[in-house]
């Protein structure tokens, strides 16, 4: 292998003096060696200690023609983490094969603390896709979990945001409450027509308890709700963006120390897309009028917000310089509540060189640091395989060289799952250090598997 690459630079550098700008020359170098080699699992040097990966949830690899929830799927997939201070960490994720969403916790050491893997979805008539779990801050025995239910309540298409609360460490959970109760096809984000990811959802935890929820529908309209009694009861949905010329998709919702909700979302049908952005200083009873961060040429996709102690909003998503399904770098921004962002800048350049592109950001803060992870593409048109990684030290003034998640299936045969969308919350930490990497990954044919990463900073 390493002579047949050596004859592969020889003779693209050959070409050069065909007329071939080195420039060109050297980006086919790249291309043609990140084809040919195998996706190292790491190799930079990094302050986090990452543990053995755990094997969470494992399942056959089959995936048949769509027929609604008739489908003959049978796979797991879908992982989503949270991490409480205490190093407990919450998995959630969906078995295709029964059609449901499952949650099981593990400690500090990797040891699961329920007996087995608590149903929550209980729905197995539908399919139950792409969860979010929440830990609650101030009472770690509350579980929050979000997620999508294929159910067709007469539209065009399938889809509501269904919600459930355990009281008791995620042992059981209350009984699925339907929080949008529409035929519009609740948590899809659309990018055409006939192109969406499934998953279009967020959920976050205020500081004072109260609980929030963010979706997009198939037709467009992005909605918020929020519960003031710890997910008891949810007020009706609030409409705010969409639905009358571009399609709202991917929000991310997050809550600052003074109450502040902040939003933001791209959108559908247009190959420029820019990341919209707004703020409710009133509880979410009112919204500011939404804002582009950044308005370029490029399509930008999949943000994700989260605010830091002194109330500053970190903001990371993709870009596509060239449009949609094209080459994509990660960036990153902030701002004061109030004020405008800064000018983003691009954090995965050092893996943008290595790999054909790199996509769907989850970021995560502790303190003054940092975490953003994102979906590797060792090949043009080709799933994911593996996830990268960043973290800055200095609340986002300057970021580490990437790294590739070690167990994160950079090397498996396979890829990376999320086979409905891959609008996901895969990162989690602690400001004790903690880190927590979930992901999923599908070997057509032979076997899916769900795997929860560990990590802690090296003190």
Request: charged residues 25%; glycine residues 10%; negative net charge.
């Amino acid at each position: 292998m390493q002579e047949y690459q050596d004859q592969c630079r020889a003779r693209v550098s050959s070409s050069r003096g065909r007329g071939i700008p080195p420039a060109t020359a050297g980006a086919v170098i790249a291309l043609v060696l990140a084809l040919l080699s195998p996706v190292a699992e790491s190799g930079e040097s990094t302050d986090i200690v990452w543990h053995a990966a755990l094997e969470v949830a494992t399942g056959e690899a089959h995936r048949g023609p769509w027929r609604m929830n008739a489908s003959d799927f049978r796979y797991v997939d879908d992982a989503s983490v949270a991490l409480h201070e205490d190093g407990m960490a919450a998995v959630v994720w969906a078995d295709q094969a029964q059609q449901e969403v499952f949650l099981q916790r593990y400690d500090r050491d990797g040891e699961p603390q329920l007996d087995a893997h608590t149903n929550i979805s209980r729905s197995a008539d539908t399919f139950s896709w792409l969860p979010r779990v929440v830990m609650a801050a101030n009472t770690p025995d509350s579980v929050y979990v979000l997620w999508q239910e294929i159910i067709f309540s007469g539209g065009t298409h399938g889809g509501e945001i269904l919600f459930a609360r355990s009281q008791d460490g995620g042992a059981t959970f209350s009984a699925p409450i339907n929080l949008s109760n529409t035929q519009n096809g609740a948590g899809k984000g659309r990018l055409t027509t006939r192109r969406w990811d499934n998953g279009s959802l967020d959920l976050t935890e205020g500081p004072d308890g109260e609980v929030w929820v963010a979706w997009t529908e198939y037709e467009g309209r992005l909605r918020i709700s929020r519960s003031s009694d710890g997910g008891r009861t949810f007020s009706a949905p609030k409409h705010i963006a969409g639905g009358g010329d571009l399609p709202a998709r991917a929000p991310s919702i997050a809550v600052d120390g003074d109450g502040r909700v902040h939003l933001a979302w791209t959108v559908g049908e247009d190959p420029a897309a820019d990341i919209r952005y707004t703020v409710s200083d009133s509880r979410g009873e009112s919204f500011e009028a939404p804002r582009t961060v950044d308005a370029t040429g490029g399509h930008a996709d999949a943000p994700k917000l989260a605010v830091d102690g002194d109330d500053i909003v970190h903001l990371v998503y993709a870009e596509s310089p060239d449009g949609p399904w094209q080459r994509a770098h990660i960036r990153y921004t902030r701002a004061r509540a109030g004020e405008r962002f800064r000018a983003p800048e691009d954090i995965s350049s050092a893996h943008a060189e290595r790999f054909a592109s790199v996509g769907f950001p989850s970021l995560a803060i502790s303190g003054a640091n940092l975490y953003v992870l994102w979906e590797l593409f060792p090949r043009p048109g080709h799933r994911s395989r593996g996830l990268g990684m960043t973290r800055s030290t200095d609340g986002g003034e300057h970021f580490a060289a990437p790294e590739i998640v070690p167990h994160s299936g950079a090397s498996d045969p396979g890829f990376n799952g999320s086979l409905q969308g891959m609008l996901m919350r895969k990162l989690a930490v602690s400001d004790a250090g903690d880190i927590a990497v979930v992901n999923s990954t599908f070997r057509p044919g032979e076997r899916s598997l769900v795997r929860l990463i560990r990590g802690h900073l090296e003190r």
